[in-house]
């Protein structure tokens, strides 16, 4: 799908009674499961580059990939966004825009380079970032769960590093996170039962890494892995008033977790978007009409 796709959907407080499904989901799994009792900050961290350099390169041509983006309407505030980043420069402009009082609200990458949302407007506190070689930094988000942080977004690029962000002032009390060769289906309907939910999500490759948390907010969720968006079972779920909480995609498969809030959030509206670009233009262009973007995440095009 290469031209652009937009859909809004006015949101009920509507209570729906529906089982998450996940039938068509792969669900096997080379297992590593990290669970706090705990809670985040640190300075942020830098990569080390990489010593090997006698390996003659290989030039491939990437497949072709799109921005699924998700808009939320709200009372207005003050948004940036950067994509195309490299390690030093995301680096750069995430320490400006704290220093600024800018919150990070959504990481993502595309071809080994980072996007980052950050706005005026959270109910963030504080909050800390690294930039790691690997795909999570366990030590390091173990040590901020002992400060009282907590995991609120995180991207992983094809070469296996990281974007991690955790802030305090959450409602979360609790959070655990596995990481996967596929979506982990079973590992996510048994922390459901434990009063989990998927707060983010994102991969490296064809890892992905599921973080869930206790005290998220929501009463009913369900996860729908596909490989194009949107779908038909995404949009009726829309129309019974659940809601895009995170979105994430591999080398091959796209997830959308959809959500029933347990109270009014203040933007029950929403808005996506499926563009071959990063959304720029879009992302101002729904500025004046106090619709800011929330969830990013790049993933294959099916042609």
Not at 3 to 17: A, I, L, N, Y
């Amino acid at each position: 799908m290469s031209e652009s796709k937009e859909s809004s959907r006015k949101r009920e407080k509507t209570m729906v009674d529906l089982q998450p499904s996940c039938s068509n989901l792969i669900s096997l799994f080379d297992e590593f499961v990290i669970d706090d009792s705990k809670k985040v900050g640190q300075k942020r961290g830098r990569v080390k580059a990489d010593s090997n350099v006698n390996m003659i390169p290989i030039h491939k041509i990437p497949p072709p990939s799109q921005w699924f983006s998700v808009y939320n309407a709200r009372k207005p505030m003050i948004q940036r966004y950067y994509y195309n980043l490299s390690d030093g420069r995301l680096l750069q402009h995430v320490e400006k825009g704290i220093s600024d009082k800018f919150c990070i609200s959504c990481v993502s990458s595309c071809s080994n380079l980072w996007a980052v949302i950050m706005d005026d407007e959270t109910d963030y506190s504080d909050q800390v970032c690294k930039l790691s070689p690997s795909f999570l930094p366990k030590e390091w988000i173990m040590e901020q769960w002992s400060k009282n942080f907590f995991i609120t977004s995180f991207a992983g690029s094809e070469n296996k590093t990281s974007v991690v962000v955790m802030s305090k002032g959450t409602r979360y009390t609790q959070q655990s996170y596995k990481l996967s060769r596929s979506f982990p289906k079973e590992w996510v309907n048994k922390k459901w039962k434990q009063g989990f939910h998927v707060t983010s999500m994102g991969t490296a490759g064809i890892r992905w890494c599921i973080v869930m948390s206790r005290n998220a907010g929501f009463t009913d969720q369900v996860v729908e892995l596909d490989f194009l968006y949107p779908s038909e079972a995404i949009q009726k779920l829309l129309d019974k008033g659940y809601m895009i909480t995170a979105t994430a995609a591999s080398l091959a498969q796209s997830a959308v977790i959809l959500s029933i809030p347990s109270k009014l959030l203040g933007y029950e509206t929403q808005e996506t978007l499926v563009t071959p670009k990063f959304p720029r233009a879009h992302v101002e262009g729904k500025w004046p009409k106090s619709f800011y973007l929330s969830h990013l995440c790049n993933g294959p095009r099916v042609c």
